[in-house]
């Protein structure tokens, strides 16, 4: 096993495979581009859909506590001035007097009273004069362009939740606690996106408001802890890439009296994967104010009537693929050549199996090789077909894109020896081993892998 890769080179290795393979693109690439903008690919977009449906499962469906979603991207502006984002969406801006480029004045790593040189024309050491930019995207509802009709797009998702808590309440009347969950797109108009998909400024999110009575709240910040590491593991992130910081006070969003980052160890450095925040009832009652709508909760038994506060766990979609590309990529050395290989989880591989004739130009081998698929597309439809080349280039191709198992039908399938008749060659992608198995016992092996 090599893994003595330089991490730099190990970033535009993944950048590389995901548009190689079809997992990630730049945004509008034949235009030459736009900043922070990707787009999924045919395999990147079942990945993504493969961890949001894991997500959907483990954060709402497996629970009786949990309602779903799908609010609509612009909402009323009066949403953000409530929330505090017009005032305080904002990131510190710094802009080179010389070459006009423009960074966050807290990633340059200098002290607020301090000079500083730019990192990229090297001018300097020149004032750091800071000034505050408001991240969120503008545009206008209907014909008028002038201010009367701006709208924003949602910067997170959490807005079109706090927003349907009275909705979600008289439909169905849950009980404390319950949450609310959603995944959907938000927009943030970065100073300097950047590291592939890991600074975007359309990007997607899996957020859950849970609401608690007062008292409950340390209790189910710890449940939810506990669950963003059960997500981690479930969606194959090594333990000891991923860490826990707890941010400090002056350091929180303005809604936050206590948040934990989750930071996972990136190519570039350990950064912000995702972030569990105690968002008290600051949101609710700032929207029962600016509304006039009644956002309290009565307890049918006690009879008291409170407004709920609210723990936050905030899944970035994007942050989380890019750290599952990064600790899955290996390379290892096979036979006497490299080899690169995807360790996905077999539960959000895009693709769970890879079904083979060993000679595509005999029609038995063929027919019953499409007949192994069909069984085995029962189990999952993501089964695929390759033919092409010879075998080693098949397993290689997939071994790239994470499939987990391969499957090839050769003479001895048929009858050639007699006591091998249906069995069936079973590939493993991380050892490239292989053993002997019958078909059902193929299937019943990917059934327990995806479960
Ligand atoms: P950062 O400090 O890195 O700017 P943040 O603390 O502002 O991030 P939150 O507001 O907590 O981020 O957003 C919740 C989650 O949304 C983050 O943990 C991350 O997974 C994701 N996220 C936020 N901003 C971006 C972005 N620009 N591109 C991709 N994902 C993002």
């Avoid at 034949?30 to 787009?39: E, F, K, P, R, S």
């Avoid at 290689?396 to 069995?423: A, M, S, Y």
Wanted: proline residues 6%; glycine residues 6%; aromatic residues 10%.
């Amino acid at each position: 096993m090599m893994e003595c890769m330089a991490d730099q080179n190990l970033m535009e290795k993944i950048v590389s495979l995901a548009k190689r393979r079809g997992f990630v693109f730049p945004g509008s690439e034949i235009y030459g581009g736009l900043a922070g903008t990707y787009d999924y690919g045919p395999l990147g977009v079942v990945l993504k859909e493969n961890v949001e449906r894991l997500w959907l499962q483990m954060f709402r469906d497996d629970r009786d506590d949990m309602y779903g979603v799908d609010a609509a991207i612009l909402m009323n502006p009066k949403i953000w001035e409530a929330s505090g984002h017009v005032a305080g969406f904002s990131d510190p801006l710094v802009e080179c007097e010389k070459c006009k480029k423009r960074f966050r004045a807290d990633h340059l790593g200098a002290p607020s009273d301090s000079s500083w040189v730019c990192r990229e024309c090297g001018h300097g050491p020149m004032p750091l004069r800071v000034r505050q930019f408001n991240m969120m995207f503008k545009t206008h509802a209907g014909a008028a362009e002038d201010d009367s009709a701006t709208v924003y797009l949602r910067p997170e998702t959490a807005g079109g939740i706090f927003t349907n808590f009275k909705n979600v309440v008289d439909s169905l009347h849950p009980k404390l606690p319950f949450g609310i969950a959603q995944i959907g797109k938000a927009f943030r108009n970065e100073i300097a996106p950047r590291d592939f998909i890991f600074r975007l400024r359309e990007l997607s999110q899996m957020e859950v408001e849970y609401f608690v009575k007062p008292s409950e709240w340390e209790q189910a910040f710890e449940e939810w802890r506990k669950m963003m590491h059960l997500f981690a593991e479930a969606v194959g992130l090594p333990q000891s890439m991923v860490h826990e910081l707890e941010v400090p006070d002056g350091e929180r969003a303005h809604y936050s009296k206590r948040t934990i980052d989750f930071q996972f160890d990136y190519p570039f450095k350990r950064d912000e994967l995702w972030g569990l925040a105690y968002r008290t009832d600051f949101d609710l009652s700032a929207h029962a104010k600016a509304s006039g709508a009644e956002l309290s909760y009565l307890d049918e038994e006690t009879k008291e009537k409170f407004v709920p506060h609210v723990i936050e766990p905030s899944l970035g979609v994007d942050r989380t693929i890019l750290a599952i590309l990064t600790s899955a990529y290996k390379e290892d050395q096979m036979g006497d050549e490299t080899r690169t290989y995807l360790a996905l989880s077999p539960k959000i591989a895009p693709v769970k199996a890879m079904v083979s004739p060993l000679l595509k130009n005999k029609p038995e081998l063929v027919e019953k090789a499409r007949d192994v698929r069909a069984e085995l597309k029962k189990v999952h439809p993501a089964i695929a077909w390759d033919d092409n080349g010879n075998i080693g280039k098949r397993y290689r191709r997939q071994d790239e894109i994470g499939t987990p198992f391969c499957i090839t039908i050769d003479f001895d399938t048929l009858g050639e020896t007699p006591n091998l008749k249906d069995t069936v060659t079973l590939r493993h992608r991380d050892s490239g081993e292989q053993e002997r198995l019958t078909v059902p016992e193929v299937a019943s092996r990917i059934r327990s892998a995806i479960q």
